[in-house]
């Protein structure tokens, strides 16, 4: 072998290394369950971030939300996805029998417990409140996030047990940041009919996008080759491709009704995303712009304006 081409291999052989461990740490920081902190401290010093750990740390709301989950019986519902995952997600029925369900499914780094005040509106709604532990979060069997990609089979496998367990069941699904992206992606698989209508709240278009934006916002980076090396990655441990998990793609085939929200000030998920994933969607719709509303704070900014338009939404497609 010639010099040159020794050292042709040697600078590629290099070059391939910093490529995989770029794309290992990444992996790991963000992820993971063991990352969860370092991504949370990632987040607070976005644009978004200081404002909306302001409000959910003095917000009233948020506050009774955790005591209504606290003091609620919640029972464990274990489901299995269609690829043979054992997950799981927390019931927590209203006073009264109801054939109504809501699945709500929680934000990046978020938790079921941090879905309180949701639960707590739907429930006086006279919804039976149905939390997932997406992956990677809280309890779940799994450490890896699949960022709603692998999520929305177990919306979907939720949906089919209740339908199961009470055939009169009407069930609306509902999701925040990565928990709106989940459900978004979820309307893309075959569900029962049950399901009556969706509510995705400022979530992101693909997984690809989101992280493009975030790289550029706080590293200042380009998508290649670091997007590129942590695609493959997650591709090597969960697989998971940052392109094919595309909330834009799955609304492009949906028949479930959707409501899309999105904070008018959010650049966390960036506002531009509510339009391109409403105008993909080929399912009945509308949608709702908060105004003065951050990344993942429209119904507390807003309230009586979020919970009024899902009260005119949902009232198109569940019966009381």
Request: charged share 25%; hydrophobic share 40%; aromatic share 10%.
């Amino acid at each position: 072998m010639s010099k040159k081409l020794k050292a042709l291999c040697a600078t590629a052989g290099a070059a391939a290394v910093s490529y995989l461990t770029v794309g290992e740490v990444f992996y790991n920081l963000f992820l993971t369950k063991g990352g969860i902190a370092f991504a949370q401290k990632f987040h607070s010093g976005s644009a978004d971030g200081d404002e909306q750990n302001e409000i959910f740390s003095t917000n009233e709301t948020v506050k009774e939300g955790d005591r209504w989950y606290a003091d609620n019986e919640k029972s464990r519902i274990e489901i299995f996805t269609r690829d043979g995952a054992k997950r799981h997600a927390y019931l927590i029925k209203t006073p009264e029998p109801s054939h109504k369900y809501v699945i709500t499914c929680h934000g990046y780094t978020s938790k079921p417990s941090d879905m309180g005040f949701y639960g707590m509106e739907f429930q006086k709604r006279g919804y039976n409140v149905v939390i997932p532990a997406l992956d990677g979060h809280a309890d779940s069997e799994t450490n890896k996030i699949s960022m709603g990609w692998h999520d929305r089979l177990i919306v979907t496998a939720l949906a089919y047990y209740i339908a199961e367990q009470d055939p009169e069941s009407q069930i609306i699904l509902h999701g925040n940041s990565m928990g709106g992206a989940t459900v978004m992606m979820a309307t893309g698989e075959k569900m029962p009919d049950n399901v009556k209508c969706c509510i995705e709240d400022c979530g992101y278009t693909s997984v690809w996008d989101e992280y493009k934006v975030q790289l550029k916002a706080m590293f200042g980076v380009d998508k290649l080759p670091v997007l590129q090396a942590a695609n493959t990655a997650a591709h090597i441990h969960s697989k998971l491709d940052f392109k094919e998990a595309s909330a834009l793609n799955q609304v492009r085939k949906s028949v479930t009704p959707t409501l899309f929200i999105h904070g008018e000030r959010d650049t966390f998920v960036p506002f531009w995303m509510l339009e391109t994933n409403y105008s993909a969607a080929v399912c009945e719709k509308d949608k709702l712009v908060v105004p003065d509303a951050v990344h993942a704070v429209s119904s507390l900014v807003h309230p009586e304006l979020y919970w009024s338009k899902i009260d005119e939404f949902t009232a198109k497609y569940v019966k009381d």
